[in-house]
């Protein structure tokens, strides 16, 4: 084992075995191995121990990356678990489905030249290890205060909160729509990426902390908001964002073209052993299907993973923009692609054909023009340019927006952004309702689960100080 850092100079990158394509292909489990525990600390110790650790400030959630790789090097794990948990709630799915490649690993210095150090298999590492030896415990609050809080949406914002309050000692109460808790980390990512296993321990260890769920508790739809802003002293709310873009085009309501969620949550829900109507129907199955998928974001790279492993003939994945200006992870492209997923860049569906039920998409070349004020360039079709794609199942994945959340709360003074997401204070984090504060994609838009992590730790922050402040007895006039 090696005892000493700034071992890149001798020691080149190395990542966790992926399982054999023809394998991988046939099921849903993760495809990446775990570091054996000599190349995690050989790994680590790639680490430059740099004065100004660039991982570490582009990581939303501050990760101590260096010291962590450097007691990982040092054989003192659970001391690296300490560490990385410290700032971290869920840091081993943090370490399998974080675009490390845009935050820590694409800011670690050593990148260029020398391939970055592979810091989310080692943060995955470590977690794991500190699982499998029982180092992970339930946050036990030192004292129970009084207070009282609802959380809305068991998503890695809700639950990042909920572990924060509930270890300050606050009554904490989750409510969420669905009937398991994780939002989309269990029903819209799928279990190549992360093994639901690994979402259930979490919210386990949750329930062991003392935090109260309740499942099958649509906020809006059966459940008042009002109830729940008269239950709590403090209400936090983390409903993600779920509205789904749509496309236009004739043929666009053809059956067979169907929104990426619906196809992804039937998928999750099969693996975890639910009946799932419309899958076992084969409406949202993709067995034997000509697949084509619309949208170049993670949401698209995780359809075109599960339907080659659903057994589709042949699976393709339309963006308008090219490979180097796709939003997803260029890690899952890869992934993809090596799984036999044909992209075809720059193009946009013009149309949907079919008499019944789509059998093709009908589309146009692109090509990008002139930078926008965003500084992102635009698309543009080339005329003449049509050409066909045959399919029989269609997806659409072209991102999400917010729900109409006031509405749906029956909450007119509910402030909201331009974009619908929801507007916060943001010294406080407090919305335009005293004592409602929002964390989350429903604030930030549809991002990352990192950032869904750094949103809930801060706005449980925020809500502690917001308690506190109401508890203390006013100061003698
Ligand atoms: C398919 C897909 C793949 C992704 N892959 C990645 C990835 O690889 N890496 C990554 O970092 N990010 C990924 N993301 C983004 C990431 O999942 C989100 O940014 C993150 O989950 C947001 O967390 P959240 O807690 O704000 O919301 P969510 O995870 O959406 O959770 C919100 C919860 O609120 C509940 N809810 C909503 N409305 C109500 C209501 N009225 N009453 C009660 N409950 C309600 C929902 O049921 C849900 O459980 C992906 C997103 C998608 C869609």
Redesign the pocket.
Known sequence: MPERMLQFVRLAQATPERRAVAERRRDFNEIYDLFATDAAARQASRCSQCGVPFCQIHCPVQNNIPDWLKLTTEGRLQEAYEVSQATNNFPEI?GR???QDRLCEGNCVIEKGHGSVTIGAVERFITDTAWEQGWVKPRLPRQERGASVGI????????AAAEQLRAEGYRVDV????DR?????????PGF?LEKEVVRRRTALLVAQGVRFHLG?????G?AFSTLRARHDALLI?????KARDLGGPGVGLPGIVP??DY?IASNRKGLGDEVTEFDSGVLDARGKRVVVIGGG??AM?CVRTAVRQGAVSVQCLYRRDRANMPG?MR?VKNAEEEGVEFVWLCAPEAFLGEERVRAVRAARMHLGLPDASGRQSVEPIAGSGFTVPADLVIKALG?DP?DLPG??GEPALEVSRWGTIKVNHRTLMTALPGVFA????VRG???????IR??RDAAAAMHAWLSARALPLAAE
Not at 152 to 159: D, E, F
């Open positions: 943090c489905i974080c675009p809305i949406g068991a998503g890695p914002a809700g639950l409510y969420d729509r669905h808790a994780g939002g989309l980390l269990i029903y819209g990512i990426k508790a649509a906020v809006g739809d459940l983390a409903t993600g964002v779920y990426a969620l992804l993670d949401t995780d992870s899952e999400f729900e749906a709360f964390a989350g994609d429903i549809a991002s990352l689960v990192v950032w869904g949103d809930g």
